[in-house]
């Protein structure tokens, strides 16, 4: 087996953290750990069943598939989320299990306050910011060109300023020790604490990297738009979101299949710059959850009978 056949034979799994624990992913799979207040780690792992690339294979193509992907991550990132926080106060004596209608709606108020958030802080401040801030003389290409460079330095402050928080930094050193247990399974070592201790904590399939290369080609493709008002030209940015995002994510999904190339390491080394703000060194037992997850979700995937369809691509690290 030669050194880059380990990581091209595992590129499609991946995962992100989740409170106190570590979700993980295959094509087929997925497997949750989770740290609980007793010390003792919890496990959830199940089928990855109903995504919206299954439900519509014929969408499943280049250029096309990369928006219902990171859709369908979201989801599964959401259930990881809530299964995690439910883990933490299990073992409160007043703790009561919400039913599912109120755990569904919980999790798509969130993801619905979360998208505000996201339109707020990085499409109407910076537009607002860029028209207040132009000068005489200033073409559309100029001002496009500031509004993606608020929006860059916004998001660069943000994930700064969340990362002194001391729960996000837990958040980040499980994260950290995600890309770690990926970057020893990609490497062919056996996934244990001592091997992901010794890995790098950044990795090309971040989602970190992803969102700061959506950033970057937006800059490029909402220049060519012009500068109409600001009410049409936010809606217009975000129509045109999944289509940037999904030529990202082909390069994303290119970039973890050959994360050692020339090319590779020069195209995504602002991104992998950016994920020392989203990581934080774990220690050992963060490493532990992180493994578990990996070995728990590798175990499902390679005893599934060859016949059974892949119904998605892993998710970013």
């Not at 595992?10 to 624990?21: D, F, L, N, P």
């Not at 497997?31 to 780690?41: F, K, L, N, Q």
């Not at 010794?198 to 959506?214: I, M, Y």
């Not at 049409?232 to 299949?257: D, F, K, N, Q, T």
Request: with cysteine.
């Amino acid at each position: 087996m030669t050194p880059n056949e380990p990581q091209k034979r595992y590129w499609r799994y991946g995962g992100q953290a989740v409170i106190e624990g570590v979700m993980m992913r295959s094509p087929r799979y997925f497997a949750v750990a989770c740290r609980a207040p007793d010390g003792s780690i919890v496990v959830q792992a199940e089928p990855i069943k109903n995504t919206l690339v299954g439900k519509l294979q014929f969408l499943n193509r280049p250029f096309l598939r990369g928006f219902l992907m990171l859709v369908d991550a979201l989801a599964l990132g959401m259930r990881a989320l809530m299964f995690s926080s439910q883990v933490q106060i299990q073992n409160d004596p007043n703790y009561k299990p919400p039913a599912k209608p109120i755990q569904d709606i919980a999790i798509g108020g969130s993801a619905a306050v979360g998208l505000a958030i996201g339109i707020g802080l990085f499409f109407v401040i910076p537009t607002l910011l860029t028209d207040w801030l132009k000068r005489e003389g200033w073409g559309s290409f100029e001002q496009n060109l500031l509004d993606g460079v608020l929006r860059i330095t916004i998001f660069l402050l943000y994930v700064g300023l969340i990362g002194l928080m001391p729960d996000i930094r837990r958040v980040f050193q499980y994260h950290g020790a995600e890309h770690k247990a990926i970057n020893a399974l990609e490497e062919g070592l056996p996934v244990t604490v001592e091997t992901a201790r010794q890995q790098t904590r950044l990795h090309p399939r971040c989602g970190t990297s992803f969102v700061l290369l959506v950033l970057v080609v937006s800059i490029f493709v909402f220049a060519l738009l012009g500068r109409p008002a600001w009410y049409i030209r936010i809606p217009m940015h975000l129509a045109l979101l999944p289509v940037v995002a999904s030529l990202v994510y082909e390069v994303i999904r290119l970039a973890g299949m050959y994360k050692t190339g020339f090319f590779t390491r020069v195209l995504l080394a602002p991104g992998l710059w950016t994920q020392y703000l989203t990581t934080r060194e774990p220690t050992d037992d963060q490493i532990e959850v992180a493994v578990t997850a990996l070995r728990h979700v590798q175990a499902l995937e390679e005893e599934a009978p060859a016949e059974t369809p892949a119904p998605a691509e892993a998710a970013t690290p």
